[in-house]
């Protein structure tokens, strides 16, 4: 990953974040989620933004009581900790216990373009 990708996403990623607290503070825990997810696509690649979405994934599945969601983010949390600097990171891969953490996903088109721009796109 290029050294400028964590300064070109963070933005990216921090506006999901935003958008995800706005939805809890609407009591909107599906959209909430949502926008974790779409946080976790785009920062997946650096450890820090990894880490952080699984901390917050994991917040989620305390508040929502979700036993399941919340083991599989321990879990998580752990694995974006120590895998992502060696690149293990399955592209598009959503980050929530629904899914493998080892199953690669489709990443949408709009996601696609953001990372490859940060990817690309030098810091000033």
């Known amino acids: 990953m290029p ?4 300064k070109n996403i963070k933005p990216y ?8 607290k706005q939805a809890r503070k609407q009591n909107n825990a599906g959209v909430e989620f949502k926008h974790l997810e779409n946080a976790h696509v785009l920062g997946q690649a650096s450890t820090l933004l990894h880490t952080k979405v699984h901390v917050l994934m994991l917040f989620w599945a305390v508040r929502q009581v979700n036993i399941k969601e919340g083991l ?7 694995g974006a900790a120590t895998k992502t600097a060696i690149g293990f990171i399955p592209a598009g891969n959503t980050g929530g216990a629904n899914v493998s953490p ?23």
């Open 102 to 124: 080892f199953k690669v996903l489709p990443v949408s088109p709009k996601l696609a373009s953001i990372i490859t721009k940060a990817n690309s796109a030098q810091t000033g």
């Open 3 to 6: 050294k400028h990708f964590y």
């Open 72 to 78: 599989g983010q321990v879990m998580r949390i752990v």
């Open 13 to 20: 990623v921090e506006q999901e974040l935003i958008l995800a």
